[in-house]
């Protein structure tokens, strides 16, 4: 099998990944060090299976690979199969995801995949005979077929170990017991399902081939994945990164430092992927167009591509973005978290800080003050597992409808997993925190009311069309004091904050250094004898600063403005709630208050009116005396422009220009077709007691994150003439007189998008393009 991205390099060495490497530098004596403290680490957190539990994996595996072999001449001998067909009917049991990359603990799920022939259907015979049989043996326990989902999988548990099985009919009578599922012709005459399944496989068999050193590269995703679920950013369906995409981003960082040592990779994956300016995809290899036509991941031709935010794009054929579920506030929440572990890890070379700070849990319940709560309940356990699956694949959208109805002053931050109270049964409890965009004036008596937003959330949910009887969701808005005990570990609420962490020291002197700021600025404004020290002081840090200027050029102005919000706890904490009216939830009598926060200018327990002074505390990354500026200028090249580059060579043509339609990108690919044309009407006409001011402040504000999810590259085409979506719509929401011009505006553009398709169909059908 050819591997793409595999080439040489001048000194003869191969080389991996579509650009050349950043530094083939080997590791220091430090990072000797350093890694051996890392991997003890790992080992005591107790990252490792035992080897008894090593032994039982290996004996469920087989013992699952004989059942399916059973399973398959069963059914071809009950479908009057010849006698010789019946013989050599076969099927195997293939694995992929953590347990196929090595990197799998104490406690997790095998995912695996079976391959029958093509006359071993997927409704009739896998959901039906052989869940029939695993339903008859004793070792099988917690069986939960899915055949509905984007990928159909059936859940259980064989002797205590959870198993994930997907299905791939391929179109062979008879499957080979050698069977490479590597090569591009087992695609062929698959159906989507199937080509899904196969993914998976492919996918993590060419992460190991693409990658220098599997053992270097074990260690550091096992070290990502640990940090992911400490931080609190480790889901793929909550828009977070799942294990997948880690493994993809930690594999191209191996590429691009070979030699080096897992503590230098994981220093690297932070200084990298601080920098990296998405939505530039991370790829392994080309994508290659493949000769079975099947879709790829491709910004020019698919529409929904183009709205992907953060693509990290999957090296088998065919090449797809990992990374669909990611939205604008998860991106926010993931690129603040890779600032601070690029931060840490500098810290971590000057003795400032070690493995534990960087792995410090991330406060949830004390980074907010206000936070949207959603139960969820059923009347028994298998019901509840249904209705959770369902809910927590849909609670994206419920954060993409308040930012979008927003206008993304009102920022969410998913909590990835789901709490449990022991008092009520078949219950589950999901939390948003929710916080004011950073950098937008607060009005007096200024409200955010979602309760139609949430209202319309909710009955998408009972939209389900498995609903049963008792099952119920609730959705209610409540204050950091009044989150329940049951969160906290043990049900005991800490009588204090937590004790200070990196975070909390990191808030504190940005806001010293605002408020000295502005002391100094203040004492200017008074008397001018000061002036020439603080030019001084100030053309000093510009010096400093260009020291690393060009390892910031390739930072966007989305992760800019994440660096303004970095203070968690204290800039999130002016505001209140007005309750409106009661609400009667779903699941029985019991009144709540609906969703309607409102912030006000200030706060009896905060500073609502903190801000930090870029000019005296500029937002720069620490400089990094142990990089070279080799180095520095490699980094800048693979971040800023090979990729860019390969864009144009891998899609040639001119991309269409893109619509004022970002719902593309946030949708779960099994519900695709479900319309959010609601959300955008919703976003004008039901848009919450908000001042004008307050929009065109936000709408207008450059570098914020609405430049990215709005603003970004939104162009409209006529004929030969292009005009500029996002500086008409950003001018023109700059005053209230101009509302109302917005509005013809708009409407102007789509009459002239209408005349364009018009014109291109027109000219379509007389054959001139």
Same mark, same amino acid.
């Given at each position: 099998?050819?591997?793409?991205?595999?080439?040489?390099?001048?000194?003869?060495?191969? *080389?991996?990944?579509?650009?050349?490497?950043?530094?083939?530098?080997?590791?220091?004596?430090?990072?000797?060090?350093?890694?051996?403290?890392?991997?003890?680490?790992? =080992?005591?957190?107790?990252? +490792?299976?035992?080897?008894?539990?090593?032994?039982?994996?290996?004996?469920?595996?087989?013992?699952?690979?004989?059942?399916?072999?059973?399973?398959?001449?069963?059914?071809?001998?009950? #479908?009057?199969?010849?006698?010789?067909?019946?013989?050599?009917?076969?099927?195997?049991?293939?694995?992929?995801?953590?347990?196929?990359?090595?990197?799998?603990?104490?406690?997790?799920?095998?995912?695996?995949?079976?391959?029958?022939?093509?006359?071993?259907?997927?409704?009739?015979?896998?959901?039906?005979?052989?869940?029939?049989?695993?339903?008859?043996? $004793?070792?099988?326990?917690?069986?939960?077929?899915?055949?509905?989902?984007?990928?159909?999988?059936?859940?259980?548990?064989?002797?205590?170990?959870?198993?994930?099985?997907?299905?791939?009919?391929?179109?062979?009578?008879?499957? $080979?017991?050698?069977?490479?599922?590597?090569?591009?012709?087992?695609?062929?005459?698959?159906?989507?399902?199937?080509?899904?399944?196969?993914?998976?496989?492919?996918?993590?068999?060419?992460?190991?081939?693409?990658?220098?050193?599997?053992?270097?590269?074990?260690?550091?995703?096992?070290?990502?994945?640990?940090?992911?679920?400490?931080?609190?950013?480790?889901?793929?369906?909550?828009?977070?990164?799942?294990?997948?995409?880690?493994?993809?981003?930690?594999?191209?960082?191996?590429?691009?430092?070979?030699?080096?040592? $897992?503590?230098?990779?994981?220093?690297?994956?932070?200084?990298?992927?601080? %920098?990296?300016?998405?939505?530039?995809?991370?790829?392994?290899?080309?994508?290659?167009?493949?000769?079975?036509?099947?879709?790829?991941?491709?910004?020019?031709?698919?529409?929904?591509?183009?709205?992907?935010?953060?693509?990290?794009?999957?090296?088998?054929?065919?090449?797809?973005?990992?990374?669909?579920?990611?939205?604008?506030?998860?991106?926010?929440?993931?690129? %603040?978290?890779? %600032?601070?572990?690029?931060?840490?890890?500098?810290?971590?070379?000057?003795? &400032?800080?070690?493995?534990?700070?960087?792995?410090?849990?991330?406060?949830?319940?004390?980074?907010?003050?206000?936070?949207?709560?959603?139960?969820?309940?059923?009347?028994?356990?298998? &019901?509840?597992?249904?209705?959770?699956?369902?809910?927590?694949?849909?609670?994206?959208?419920?954060?993409?409808?308040?930012?979008?109805?927003?206008?993304?002053?009102?920022?969410?931050?998913?909590?990835?997993?789901?709490?449990?109270?022991?008092?009520?049964?078949?219950?589950?409890? +999901?939390?948003?925190?929710?916080?004011?965009?950073?950098?937008?004036?607060?009005?007096?008596?200024?409200?955010?009311? !979602?309760?139609?937003?949430?209202?319309?959330?909710?009955?998408?949910?009972?939209?389900?069309?498995?609903? #049963?009887?008792?099952?119920?969701?609730?959705?209610?808005?409540?204050?950091?004091?009044?989150?329940?005990?049951?969160?906290?570990?043990?049900?005991?609420?800490?009588?204090?904050?937590?004790?200070?962490?990196?975070?909390?020291? *990191?808030?504190?002197?940005?806001?010293?250094?605002? %408020?000295?700021?502005?002391?100094?600025?203040?004492?200017?404004?008074?008397?001018?004898?000061?002036?020439? *020290?603080?030019?001084?002081?100030?053309?000093?840090?510009?010096?400093?600063?260009?020291?690393?200027?060009?390892?910031?050029?390739?930072?966007?102005?989305?992760?800019?403005?994440?660096?303004?919000?970095?203070?968690?706890?204290?800039?999130?904490?002016?505001?209140?709630?007005?309750?409106?009216?009661?609400?009667?939830?779903?699941?029985?009598?019991?009144?709540?208050?609906?969703?309607?926060?409102?912030? $006000?200018?200030?706060?009896?327990?905060?500073?609502?009116?903190?801000?930090?002074?870029?000019?005296? &505390?500029?937002?720069?990354?620490?400089?990094?005396?142990?990089?070279?500026?080799?180095?520095?200028?490699?980094? &800048? #090249?693979?971040?800023?422009?090979?990729?860019?580059?390969?864009?144009?060579?891998?899609?040639?043509?001119?991309?269409?220009?893109?619509?004022?339609?970002?719902?593309?990108?946030?949708?779960?690919?099994?519900? *695709?077709?479900?319309?959010?044309?609601?959300?955008?009407?919703?976003?004008?006409?039901?848009?919450?007691?908000?001042?004008?001011?307050?929009?065109?402040? =936000?709408?207008?504000?450059?570098?914020?994150?609405?430049?990215?999810?709005?603003?970004?590259?939104?162009?409209?085409?006529?004929?030969?003439?292009?005009?500029?979506?996002?500086?008409?719509?950003?001018?023109?929401?700059?005053?209230?007189?101009?509302?109302?011009?917005?509005?013809?505006?708009?409407?102007?553009?789509?009459?002239?998008? !209408?005349?364009?398709?018009?014109?291109?169909?027109?000219?379509?059908?007389?054959?001139?393009?």
């Amino acid at each position: 099998m050819v591997i793409h991205g595999l080439s040489n390099l001048s000194n003869g060495q191969q *080389r991996l990944g579509i650009t050349e490497p950043i530094s083939l530098a080997g590791p220091t004596e430090y990072d000797v060090i350093k890694t051996r403290e890392l991997e003890k680490y790992l =080992q005591d957190a107790g990252l +490792y299976e035992s080897q008894e539990e090593a032994v039982v994996r290996e004996e469920v595996l087989g013992r699952l690979d004989q059942i399916v072999k059973t399973w398959v001449k069963t059914i071809s001998h009950a #479908k009057g199969l010849n006698d010789q067909l019946v013989h050599e009917a076969n099927a195997k049991i293939f694995t992929f995801g953590s347990y196929r990359l090595g990197v799998h603990g104490p406690g997790a799920d095998i995912d695996t995949l079976c391959v029958g022939p093509r006359h071993a259907t997927r409704e009739e015979d896998f959901f039906g005979e052989l869940h029939k049989m695993l339903l008859e043996m $004793p070792q099988v326990t917690e069986l939960h077929p899915v055949p509905d989902a984007h990928v159909p999988v059936m859940k259980f548990k064989f002797n205590g170990i959870s198993v994930d099985l997907l299905y791939a009919r391929l179109a062979l009578w008879v499957i $080979p017991e050698d069977l490479d599922i590597s090569q591009d012709s087992i695609l062929q005459n698959a159906d989507e399902q199937t080509v899904l399944s196969l993914n998976g496989c492919r996918v993590t068999d060419q992460v190991l081939r693409l990658v220098p050193n599997i053992q270097n590269f074990r260690t550091t995703l096992r070290c990502m994945r640990f940090w992911a679920k400490r931080r609190g950013v480790y889901s793929n369906v909550s828009g977070f990164l799942g294990g997948i995409n880690l493994a993809l981003l930690v594999a191209r960082i191996c590429q691009l430092y070979p030699n080096a040592l $897992p503590n230098m990779l994981v220093s690297r994956f932070f200084r990298v992927y601080t %920098q990296w300016r998405w939505p530039n995809p991370v790829m392994l290899c080309a994508i290659e167009e493949g000769s079975l036509g099947l879709p790829i991941w491709d910004p020019r031709r698919n529409p929904r591509d183009r709205y992907h935010l953060m693509p990290i794009i999957t090296p088998a054929y065919p090449c797809m973005n990992s990374t669909y579920n990611v939205t604008s506030s998860t991106l926010r929440i993931m690129s %603040q978290e890779f %600032q601070r572990g690029s931060e840490i890890c500098e810290e971590m070379e000057a003795g &400032d800080a070690d493995w534990d700070t960087l792995f410090e849990r991330y406060p949830f319940f004390e980074a907010y003050k206000n936070y949207l709560r959603i139960d969820i309940a059923a009347e028994n356990a298998d &019901d509840l597992r249904q209705w959770k699956g369902w809910v927590e694949s849909r609670l994206r959208q419920l954060t993409l409808k308040i930012e979008r109805h927003t206008y993304g002053m009102l920022q969410c931050h998913p909590h990835p997993g789901e709490f449990s109270d022991k008092s009520r049964p078949f219950h589950h409890c +999901y939390f948003m925190g929710l916080q004011r965009k950073q950098g937008v004036p607060v009005n007096e008596g200024e409200q955010f009311d !979602i309760r139609l937003t949430v209202d319309e959330f909710k009955h998408s949910i009972n939209a389900y069309t498995l609903l #049963k009887p008792g099952m119920g969701i609730h959705v209610s808005h409540v204050k950091r004091r009044n989150i329940p005990n049951f969160v906290f570990p043990g049900g005991v609420r800490p009588s204090h904050p937590s004790k200070i962490t990196w975070d909390s020291k *990191r808030s504190s002197e940005l806001r010293v250094s605002g %408020q000295n700021g502005q002391a100094e600025m203040s004492q200017g404004a008074v008397s001018g004898a000061d002036d020439g *020290r603080k030019r001084k002081r100030s053309e000093d840090n510009m010096d400093d600063n260009s020291k690393v200027s060009k390892s910031l050029t390739s930072l966007t102005p989305f992760s800019r403005e994440v660096h303004e919000d970095r203070t968690f706890i204290s800039a999130s904490s002016a505001c209140s709630v007005k309750f409106d009216e009661t609400e009667v939830n779903n699941m029985g009598d019991q009144k709540s208050e609906k969703p309607s926060l409102q912030f $006000p200018s200030g706060d009896s327990e905060t500073n609502g009116s903190l801000r930090i002074n870029r000019e005296l &505390d500029p937002i720069l990354p620490v400089t990094d005396t142990s990089i070279s500026n080799e180095e520095k200028l490699s980094s &800048d #090249k693979i971040i800023s422009g090979p990729y860019e580059a390969h864009q144009h060579q891998a899609f040639p043509e001119e991309p269409e220009e893109l619509e004022d339609n970002n719902a593309g990108s946030n949708q779960v690919r099994d519900n *695709r077709d479900n319309s959010d044309s609601s959300i955008s009407k919703l976003a004008v006409s039901e848009h919450p007691v908000i001042s004008k001011e307050t929009c065109s402040t =936000q709408l207008c504000t450059n570098g914020g994150m609405e430049e990215l999810e709005v603003n970004h590259l939104l162009l409209l085409k006529f004929g030969r003439f292009r005009l500029s979506y996002s500086s008409i719509y950003a001018t023109l929401v700059d005053s209230r007189y101009q509302f109302f011009m917005n509005c013809v505006q708009l409407f102007l553009l789509i009459f002239l998008k !209408i005349l364009s398709n018009l014109y291109d169909s027109y000219n379509y059908k007389l054959g001139w393009i």
